[in-house]
């Protein structure tokens, strides 16, 4: 991520370059920003180093394995597809609210529930509850880091966009729904194949 975004600025600093703006006029306008349009280093000075304290939070939650062990524990009474559904729900959720950022509940729900939904279930199925979950989740919870981006690039409070993300709030509920009816299926399928 470090190198697309340096990448991206070089880029951008070269093109302006040879596009006639004069090296003084650059370095103004990536310290203070384009007149009209905001930006600027001087602006995102806070979400820089929010940035750098949260993913230093997240190496550390990560390192010492902090949260491994309750997961764990939890998973070990599991038996049905919408139990598992809804505890990798909850599972991802409350480690959003831990996390500041979007990479973190991906690693650990993928790496603790992956052994147990391949045996249960299929990988399949665990890519289809976290991409429903996972993925959405940090967008919602307004300290997490992709929050806190939406919010700066649509240029609307956080609180104030979150009743109207939808998709956000409705495909958590899809999954489950869909949980139920493929459990269902299944002990049809079960009943009918003893009868």
Same mark, same amino acid.
């Given at each position: 991520?470090?190198?697309?975004?340096?990448?991206?600025?070089? /880029?951008?600093?070269?093109?302006?370059?040879? $596009?006639?703006?004069? *090296? &003084?006029?650059?370095?103004? $306008?990536? @310290?203070?920003?384009? !007149?009209?349009?905001?930006?600027?280093?001087?602006?995102?000075?806070?979400?820089? *180093?929010?940035?750098? =304290?949260?993913?230093?939070?997240?190496?550390?939650?990560?390192?010492?394995?902090?949260?491994?062990?309750? *997961?764990?524990? @939890? =998973?070990?009474? $599991?038996?049905? =597809?919408?139990?598992?559904?809804? #505890?990798?729900?909850?599972?991802?959720?409350?480690?959003?609210?831990?996390?500041?950022?979007?990479? *973190?509940?991906?690693?650990?729900?993928? %790496? $603790?529930?992956? &052994?147990?939904?391949? %045996?249960?279930?299929? #990988? !399949?199925?665990?890519? %289809?509850?976290?991409?429903?979950?996972?993925?959405?989740?940090?967008?919602?919870?307004?300290?997490?880091? +992709?929050?806190?981006?939406?919010?700066?690039?649509?240029?609307?409070?956080?609180? !104030?966009?979150?009743?109207?993300?939808?998709? =956000?709030?409705?495909?958590?509920? +899809?999954?489950?729904?869909?949980?139920?009816? #493929?459990?269902? %299926?299944? /002990? #049809? !399928?079960?009943?009918?194949?003893?009868?």
């Amino acid at each position: 991520m470090v190198y697309a975004f340096l990448t991206s600025i070089i /880029s951008a600093a070269v093109i302006a370059l040879f $596009s006639g703006t004069s *090296l &003084p006029q650059l370095v103004f $306008s990536l @310290w203070h920003g384009i !007149e009209g349009l905001g930006g600027g280093f001087l602006h995102m000075y806070e979400l820089l *180093l929010f940035l750098g =304290l949260a993913g230093a939070y997240n190496g550390l939650l990560e390192e010492m394995n902090v949260i491994q062990p309750y *997961l764990d524990k @939890w =998973l070990q009474s $599991s038996r049905s =597809l919408t139990g598992d559904t809804f #505890k990798t729900l909850l599972a991802t959720f409350l480690i959003t609210l831990i996390a500041a950022n979007q990479t *973190l509940p991906i690693i650990l729900t993928g %790496r $603790s529930f992956l &052994p147990h939904w391949s %045996r249960n279930y299929g #990988k !399949e199925e665990l890519a %289809r509850v976290m991409g429903d979950t996972t993925m959405l989740f940090p967008g919602i919870v307004p300290w997490s880091v +992709l929050a806190i981006m939406c919010s700066t690039i649509v240029g609307i409070p956080i609180i !104030e966009y979150l009743p109207f993300a939808l998709f =956000l709030w409705i495909l958590p509920i +899809l999954t489950m729904l869909v949980s139920v009816v #493929k459990q269902t %299926r299944k /002990s #049809k !399928e079960k009943q009918t194949a003893i009868v």
